[in-house]
């Protein structure tokens, strides 16, 4: 059997995502994600216009030749447009041989490690009372584990909380269509302040702590907005609180950065989701400076080469915390869901539904209950995309915001 068919999807049922279609020779579908926030034409150019052309007639079960096929092969190598492009390709694979053996996924991983994956969800408020709010509601229906951010005295929007009404379920999709005088569309701006954040941020957990007791895992992503030493000084002050984890603490492509934090502080580390490959993690993995591996299935080259990474930190006691926001769409999510369930390693998965539109267009056969997902027993990823339902969703531009401190300059989001 070979490739016959490879098409690419773009739709925007709510927020906008790229789906890589192969069909072989014998009719056999498979589904790949392959979404960029913001810049999600690029990958969908990448695969349509260069890998498409070079993929129909290869053998289907070549997984891992067709890998280092595409990753060598192009030369050039790594780069979230590339990473993500042949992630797509990867899980497609992967989805036709599950559904040739009639068989989960999962279950050509290795088989089950556990019954299902933890999860953590967002909760935020403009204000302590609204996050505990928030908290309290997610509580009820059974999370063992929340991400919490709030907004900072004197400062406006900022990443990672969001405007909704106290008390009702966090819908957060930072990327926003903000179009200029001639109609153009350009990222929204937002301004930040580190030492105002440094000062109230311990009081939010201290609060946190003193409402919801020690049980709750509490994580916290700073989204790379600090230097070495301040990033130390957070991550000592959180200490009291017992964090999950702390995520992004400093900008992501500095490893060395994380040795300063570490050599201050216990708190748990988790960095990643903006990585692209294995090599990204070998100083943090090797010197264990992390705790937690954030990389998507989705924009880490796939299934393949997010498991090597994943059995590289296995070795050193690190675990996986993937990436599961919004714009990972659910054949990304599955392929999340099918590795977590396989590896031992398995740490948590981060988990935002998604909406009604998105879930007409992509058909799951995953579960979730009180805080607990499992990947369902379908064959293959267990997704299917309606390409009818795709279609009523055009592309729409929309962009993450850019931060800058309150004289201008420009600075991580
Ligand atoms: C997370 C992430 C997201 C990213 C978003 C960008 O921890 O879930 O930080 O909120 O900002 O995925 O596209
Ligand atoms: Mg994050």
Not at 141 to 167: C, D, K, M
Not at 249 to 267: G, M, N
Not at 272 to 282: C, K, R
Request: aromatic letters at 10%; proline letters at 5%; a negative charge.
């Amino acid at each position: 059997m070979s490739i016959e068919q490879i098409s690419v999807n773009v739709t925007s049922p709510g927020r906008n995502f790229v789906t890589l279609k192969i069909v072989t020779s014998d009719g056999i579908v498979g589904w790949g994600d392959a979404t960029l926030n913001g810049r999600e034409l690029s990958v969908a150019s990448y695969l349509r216009d260069h890998l498409a052309p070079m993929l129909v007639g290869r053998d289907e079960e070549r997984i891992e030749d067709t890998w280092q096929y595409l990753y060598r092969g192009a030369y050039w190598r790594r780069g979230p447009v590339t990473m993500s492009a042949i992630a797509a390709v990867d899980m497609a694979l992967w989805d036709i041989k599950a559904k040739r053996a009639g068989v989960p996924l999962y279950q050509l991983l290795g088989g089950a490690s556990r019954d299902s994956l933890r999860t953590y969800y967002h909760a935020s408020g403009t204000d302590i009372a609204a996050l505990k709010d928030t908290v309290t509601g997610l509580v009820e229906e059974g999370f063992t584990a929340v991400r919490v951010q709030t907004g900072v005295p004197g400062l406006g929007q900022i990443y990672g909380v969001s405007s909704n009404t106290p008390g009702t379920k966090y819908n957060y999709e930072p990327a926003k269509r903000a179009a200029d005088g001639s109609g153009a569309v350009r990222p929204s701006e937002e301004i930040w302040d580190t030492p105002a954040y440094l000062a109230h941020v311990p009081g939010v957990f201290e609060e946190l702590r003193g409402e919801f007791g020690t049980g709750l895992r509490l994580l916290h992503d700073a989204h790379h907005r600090m230097s070495p030493i301040e990033a130390a000084r957070l991550a000592k002050s959180l200490e009291p609180y017992g964090l999950f984890w702390l995520e992004d603490v400093t900008p992501a492509e500095d490893q060395t950065a994380l040795r300063t934090v570490r050599q201050h502080s216990t708190t748990p580390l988790a960095i990643g989701e903006i990585f692209n490959s294995v090599h990204d993690y070998q100083t943090l993995i090797t010197e264990r400076l992390i705790d937690y591996v954030r990389s998507a299935v989705t924009h880490t080259g796939g299934i393949t080469a997010t498991r090597k990474l994943l059995d590289f930190a296995a070795i050193y006691g690190i675990r996986s915390g993937m990436h599961g926001p919004t714009d990972i769409s659910p054949v990304g999510m599955a392929a999340a869901m099918h590795l977590g369930l396989a590896i031992h390693n398995f740490g948590i998965q981060e988990y935002m539904p998604h909406n009604d539109d998105t879930l007409d267009v992509f058909r799951t056969s995953y579960r979730f209950e009180r805080g607990f997902l499992h990947p369902g027993d379908a064959p293959g990823l267990g997704v299917e995309l309606d390409e009818e339902a795709a279609a009523r969703f055009d592309y729409t531009a929309a962009y993450l915001p850019v931060n800058r401190l309150i004289d201008g300059t420009v600075h991580d989001w």
